[in-house]
């Protein structure tokens, strides 16, 4: 193997891969990036065998081959490199790194120890616009549970249905759902569950404006786009029902600034239980109160303006995932949405007359309030 | 001399209790080696032959007795140590009968030496089965030595159950060890035949009395107890939880310098230990009980081995707490090392018994504000008196210092640095060296004493499911989550019976963000109903739940944590009354001192 890549070419690559090198293991080869030269250029590949990262990148290659080499001395090289031509070559399982004045030498290991990617035929899957795809996961993955016991809550659901697609994940404590209209392309009907691992890296590697294949093949699922590819393992199982637990009947509706709510929640959760975060929060006609006591630290009380017209009611809750909801319902207003003080609560993004309003919903379980 | 031993008042002596003074060689000892410490002696022989059948020795050089006092003692109820029956209330010398030298000569060929102290010459009495056979002069220094002969000559009955002399000789030993406990500052020798079976220089070191006693392997595992309590002040040492083993243990209690038995306060003294070792433990327990004047009645037992209190349960309460707080300090956590951290420890006399102003003059008040032995010097506004006592300070005075708490363990204000181990471990470098710490053991700490708070405080809120966990369990399980409702409830567990097998989790505590609620409470209910040495340890149902509870839902090994996570589990089990003992009666935390770095790196 030897080529010649710019430096530039040379750390999109490794910055694309790097990332998914783990930083433990067992298996020295993981610590790798394979290398492999061709005609049209080069692949660099990395896994932690659960996910998997292939980019493609232009390189002038002299001599066909593959090896694999240390990723993070190679990043740290490279990081460093004057702004000139680098050729990689190899001799034996050794690469040899020269750039200007500079020349290394670096032990790798032989292509053939390093995992396969799985084959993945993106003919016969699917695509999806980039900028779908990233708010999809930025607004669900969030929610996945990191409990051993029901491995299905450790991934986001990714529905592909009635033209829609819709991705969802909860920990059984609350739950996010987002839908988007996939287009008139969409065919495909399908359920995965998807590692929220390899979400992240279709997160960091793929664009707004990208078109991105998706295909599956068997326990595996594959995305591709502009040369770069992510490969993960699908988590196995059947997904809870869960838009049965999606209340339906919740009539009491507040309105609320949703930095005003932010920030009242944080004031009042500093001197909530570290265990529970329970917050206590009362609703009754325009106005929301919120009272904590936690024995052996102190007792908080605290009132925002919002509009309300339902029944009273006085309803626990878990300070930080109230927060972190809050967060990714980006809108300025919210509705949340209650039945009773032991059922689900919702929260929904509110948009003024003309504005795009995702079609978002968050659940949120309440804490039993000890009385 | 003058004379100080009296006759007692028959309505004096009447209310003492009495009974068989002389049962056996070892009872002999006993009697004769207290009659030593009273006369503040500094060195005390014991000399036996054939397990004291033959003959017993005790020579000491206290303060002797005159002509007139020599030929008194040896009459019924005659004593120098009280006088009326209110003297007797808070009485601090070991004798007050005046029935064990009339007793022991009664039934053996008995002979008295004795010179006071400025005297001449000293007086020798020779006594044969109660009868005085001659009194004589004789030449020795000041002190007396008391050597009875043929005991039970004249009681064949009482010769019959004497054991073998290897039996005797062991008893002679087991009563030496309470009396050299309760006067560390003197010299304590003991020989059978040519064989010298005890040697205890009277340094005050009361941990090296100990070790001498009973061997190192139980002294390096004992910490200090002190505690002032709401009646009793209580020193001493107890055992590190770590090394207290089944089985066999060595106890000794004393009040106001007097050794007893009692099965109430040891028990008190084990509770103190709850949740820090596990059932069946029995770690050794040395405590010196001090208590107003008159709180403690000595006049129960004819051989004084049992005192009354008259507020039992303060008392007991008083122990139990000294021995807990001694288990919240470093001290008391495992070490890597084989040595454990227990300073020097210094008892000293202020004043010895004999020494309370003499019988009749000096008040009850008086003498009952004088404590006998006060351990770890610096401690306590108890002034040392003259005499003795100041001399020593010299040499033993070095003060015992115990930790005030937690945040002595770091420098400054700085948090420690904390690395986690093979997930499992979090190491803390602390001022004294290093801390492990068991992140499942520390975990399950927290999480008890957290439950055992919110129990009283009316319980905690759970965490509403949004899909209920369904749980098939066996039928006495399901009858254990019935019954168990109300306290499941308060724990954060909203579990519903929906017939037969199956039961319906609602809610559940969400403890960390690692919880597995199902498992936990699977293997909560199943513990619950089919017993464990860890349940079967609890007090109570409040206790039983919430050990079983911490010990499931407590992070496990394995589980990796972030800094924010381990510092805070740092934080939250070093916020715990108990903090180096889990609920089984493991450590949570080994200790290795940076003294122990040093031995092990030869510096
Ligand atoms: N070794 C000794 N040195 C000095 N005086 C002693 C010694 N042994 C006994 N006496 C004196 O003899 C008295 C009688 O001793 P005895 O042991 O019979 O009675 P006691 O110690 O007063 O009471 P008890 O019967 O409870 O032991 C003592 O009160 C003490 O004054
Ligand atoms: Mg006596």
Redesign the interface.
């Known amino acids: 193997m030897n080529f010649t890549i710019t430096r530039q070419n040379l750390q999109k690559g490794l910055a694309a891969v790097s990332a998914t090198i783990p930083g433990k293991t067992t298996l020295p080869v993981l610590s790798n990036i394979l290398f492999e030269a061709d005609a049209d250029g080069i692949r660099m590949s990395a896994t932690d065998l659960d996910v998997g990262v292939r980019i493609r990148v232009p390189a002038d290659v002299k001599e066909a081959g593959s090896l694999t080499a240390p990723g993070k001395k190679i990043q740290e090289i490279a990081r460093e490199l004057p702004d000139q031509p680098v050729q990689l070559n190899s001799r034996g399982d050794q690469v040899e790194i020269r750039c200007g004045k500079s020349h290394f030498k670096l032990n790798g290991l032989p292509a053939d120890d390093f995992p396969e990617l799985p084959q993945v035929g993106f003919e016969g899957g699917w695509t999806a616009e980039g900028r779908d795809l990233l708010s999809l996961i930025r607004h669900t993955s969030f929610a996945v549970s990191?409990?051993?016991?029901r491995p299905v809550l450790n991934g986001v659901l990714w529905e592909l249905r009635d033209g829609e697609m819709r991705m969802v994940a909860?920990n059984?404590?609350?739950?996010a759902r987002m839908r988007i209209p996939a287009g008139p392309s969409m065919q495909t009907t399908t359920q995965l569950i998807v590692p929220p691992d390899a979400l992240q890296q279709v997160q960091r590697l793929f664009a707004e404006d990208a078109e991105v294949s998706v295909a599956r093949d068997g326990n595996q699922l594959g995305f591709s786009s502009g040369g770069t590819e992510v490969y993960t393992r699908l988590i196995e199982g059947t997904y809870?029902n869960y838009e049965q637990?999606i209340p339906k009947d919740n009539d009491k509706h507040a309105f609320v600034n949703r930095k005003a709510l932010e920030s009242a929640v944080k004031r009042v959760a500093a001197v909530a239980s570290?265990?529970?975060h329970?917050i206590r929060m009362e609703f009754s006609q325009d106005r929301m109160v919120f009272n904590v006591l936690t024995?052996?630290l102190g007792e908080a009380h605290d009132e925002i303006e919002v509009g309300y017209d339902g029944d009273p009611i006085s309803i626990?809750f878990?300070a930080n995932y109230l927060l972190e909801v809050l967060r990714y319902v980006g809108t300025d207003e919210v509705k949340m949405s209650f039945k009773a003080p032991?059922?689900?609560a919702t929260v929904e993004p509110m948009g003024g007359e003309d504005d795009q309003v995702p079609d978002y919903l968050c659940?949120v379980?309440?804490?039993?309030?000890?009385? | 001399m003058a004379r100080t031993i009296q006759i007692l008042a028959d309505s004096v002596a009447n209310q003492i209790a009495a009974g068989e003074v002389v049962e056996r060689p070892a009872s002999v000892v006993k009697e004769l080696v207290e009659n030593a410490l009273d006369a503040r002696a500094t060195r005390v022989e014991v000399a036996v032959d054939q397990g004291g059948r033959r003959r017993i020795r005790v020579s000491d050089d206290g303060t002797g007795m005159g002509r007139e006092d020599a030929l008194l003692s040896l009459d019924r109820h005659a004593t120098s140590k009280i006088r009326t029956a209110e003297e007797l209330r808070g009485v601090r010398s070991f004798g007050f009968r005046g029935e064990a030298l009339p007793s022991i000569a009664s039934v053996s060929r008995f002979t008295l030496e004795t010179c006071a102290r400025g005297e001449e010459v000293g007086t020798r009495i020779r006594v044969r089965g109660g009868t005085v056979l001659a009194v004589e002069d004789c030449a020795r220094t000041p002190g007396t030595t008391v050597e009875v002969e043929s005991l039970f000559l004249n009681a064949p009955a009482r010769r019959k159950f004497l054991r073998s002399s290897a039996v005797e000789t062991r008893a002679i030993s087991e009563v030496l060890a309470p009396l050299s406990l309760a006067h560390p500052r003197v010299d304590l020798v003991l020989r059978s035949g040519e064989r010298s079976l005890l040697e205890v220089p009277g340094t005050g070191d009361l941990v090296a009395r100990v070790r001498a006693l009973w061997g190192d392997e139980g002294a390096d595992g004992l910490i200090p107890v002190e505690h002032d309590g709401e009646v009793a002040a209580v020193r001493g040492l107890v055992q590190r939880p770590d090394r207290a083993r089944p089985g066999f243990r060595r106890v000794q209690l004393l009040v106001d310098g007097r050794p007893f038995r009692d099965a109430g306060i040891l028990a008190a003294a084990d509770r103190g230990y709850r949740t820090t070792i596990p059932q069946g433990t029995r770690p050794w327990i040395i405590l010196f009980l001090e208590v107003p004047g008159g709180t403690a009645d000595v006049n129960v037992h004819p051989t004084k081995a049992e005192v009354r209190f008259r507020v039992r349960g303060t008392v007991e309460a008083d122990v139990e707490e000294a021995v807990r707080r001694a288990l919240e300090r470093e001290e008391s956590a495992a070490t890597l090392g084989s040595a454990p951290a227990t300073g020097a420890m210094q008892a000293r006399e202020s004043a010895g018994p004999a020494r309370r102003p003499s019988a009749g003059k000096g008040t009850e008040s008086e003498g009952a504000g004088e404590a006998q032995i006060v351990l770890f010097g610096t401690v306590g506004a108890t002034e040392p008196a003259p005499g003795p006592a100041e001399e020593e300070k010299g040499r033993g005075g070095a003060s015992h210092e115990i930790d005030p708490g937690v945040a002595d363990l770091l420098d400054g204000a700085r948090g420690p640095r904390l690395w986690q181990v093979h997930r499992a471990w979090i190491l803390a470098e602390v001022r004294s060296g290093l801390l492990l710490i068991d992140q499942h053991a520390a975990h399950e700490r927290i999480l008890f004493e957290r439950i055992m708070e919110r129990f009283d405080a009316g319980g905690e809120g759970g965490q509403r499911l949004l899909f209920p966990l369904t749980l098939r369990l066996t039928v006495p399980e399901v009858e254990m989550v019935q019954s168990l409702a109300g306290l499941l409830h308060r724990a954060g567990f909203e579990a519903e019976p929906f017939g037969g097998d199956t039961v319906i989790l609602h809610s559940v505590p969400n403890p960390h963000p690692y919880f597995d609620a199902e498992r936990a409470f699977r293997e909560m209910i199943d513990e619950l109903t089919h017993g464990s040495d860890l349940v079967r340890s609890a007090r109570n149902q409040h206790e039983r739940l919430a050990m079983s509870f911490a010990c499931k839902a407590a992070i496990k090994a394995g589980q990796a944590l972030d800094d924010q996570e381990i510092q805070e589990l740092f934080d939250q089990l070093f916020a715990t009354r108990l903090p180096w003992h889990d609920v089984h009666g493991r450590p949570t935390t080994v200790r290795l001192s940076l003294g122990e770095l040093e031995r092990k790196f030869g510096r």
């Open positions: 990191t409990e051993e016991s909860t059984g404590h609350r739950l809870p637990v570290d265990q529970t329970r024995p052996d626990g878990n032991e059922r689900a659940l379980m309440p804490l039993r309030l000890a009385d």
